[in-house]
């Protein structure tokens, strides 16, 4: 019964690490594949230097 027990666990937890995986690979995917792009809060100091290179970015 105990390795009953651990053999689910296992695959329970198998299973999450799997949609863990499959989350953050889609997140990069769209991130990496996204004209858009994230920016620095309108008071931030380093707003102006990303401003600046913006064009490089298109």
Known sequence: MKRLVL?????ALSAATARDLQILYTLG???ANSRQWPNWSKDSEFRAARDASAAERQ
């Open 29 to 31: 995917d769209e991130l």
């Open 7 to 11: 053999s689910v666990v296992a695959l």
